[in-house]
Each structure stands twice: as C-alpha cells, then as structure tokens.
C-alpha cells in the first residue's frame, strides 16, 4: 500500500531553519507531482507548495515564497521542504501529500489521494 512518511519537524526559534523530508513508498514514485500542506491548530489545512514529476516545475505559495524551499530526489523516493527565515505563524502540522497527478504543482485539497501522518513544526518566538 501507499505510504508517505514525514520527518523533520521540531521545535525551532523564530528566524531558524527545519528541513522537512517525505519519504513514499508503495507508489512509482518519480511519476507524480507531489505537494506540502499544513494544519494550525483551529484552522482549516492549507497547501503550502507543490512539486511537479520531475521537479523542474514547483509553486509555493505567497505566505513562504522567498523563505522556502521544495524540491524532490526520484532516486530517493523523497519530497523536501527546506524551511528558512520561520515564523511563529510557520506553526502547524506539515503534511505531505499527492494527488497521482504527474504535472500538478497547485493540488486541490479535495483532489488528494494519499496523505501522511503529518509531522509537528513549532517556532517559537
């Protein structure tokens, strides 16, 4: 069966750096697109950036554009999310996610297929 595992998230000062990893199983990998949303606590989960199959195309959006960073490693079978100049309001659950899309670098939230259990990204301030 499909399976997305994240790792790299923790407790980080206001203006630090986490690398974020997802690593998938389960799946041909290198055929899809693949994205990062993220989920604070009272609020709806919201897409951060995407990734397309080859990584030659990718989109974050306006909130972490300039502070992070996706890119992925086919050969890895991994997604990254490089995190830079964090926030307080960076924290949330990170998730990775795909839609078994090879192109999609905008998933919608409701086209997801394959989610993962998430990992917990805490700055604080």
């Known amino acids: 069966q499909v399976q997305l595992v994240e790792s790299g998230g923790g407790l980080v000062q206001a203006g630090g750096s986490l690398r974020l990893s997802c690593a998938a199983s389960?799946?041909?990998?290198?055929?899809?697109?693949m994205g990062w949303f993220r989920q604070a606590p009272g609020k709806d989960r919201e897409f951060v950036g995407g990734?397309?199959?080859?990584?030659?195309?990718?989109y974050l959006v306006d909130s972490v554009k300039g502070r992070f960073t996706i890119s992925r490693d086919n050969a890895q079978n991994s997604v990254y999310l490089q995190m830079n100049s964090l926030k307080p309001e960076d924290t949330a659950v990170y998730y990775c996610?795909?839609?078994?899309?090879?192109?999609?670098?905008?998933?919608?939230?409701?086209?997801?297929?394959?989610w993962g259990q998430g990992t917990q990204v805490t700055v604080s301030s």
């Open positions: 996610a795909t839609d078994l899309s090879s192109a999609s670098v905008v998933p919608a939230t409701s086209s997801i297929k394959y």
């Open positions: 389960g799946l041909i990998f290198r055929r899809y697109a």
């Open positions: 990734i397309n199959w080859n990584g030659s195309s990718t």
